[in-house]
């Protein structure tokens, strides 16, 4: 048996996801390999 459960998010959270899904409409976004190769250069510094 699987049991539901609703989160409550507070403003900031609803903001954060606001902003996130206008990053996705617009393009704003990079790959997670990319991600990976930025990590490791930010790390290797």
Do not use: A, P
Not at 4 to 16: P, T, V
Not at 26 to 36: F, M, T, Y
Request: glycine share 2%; net charge negative.
């Amino acid at each position: 048996m699987t049991k539901s459960m609703i989160y409550q998010l507070d403003e900031h959270e609803i903001d954060l996801i606001q902003k996130s899904e206008e990053d996705i409409k617009h393009g704003r976004v990079i790959s997670q390999e990319d991600l990976d190769k930025e990590d490791l250069e930010w790390l290797s510094n």
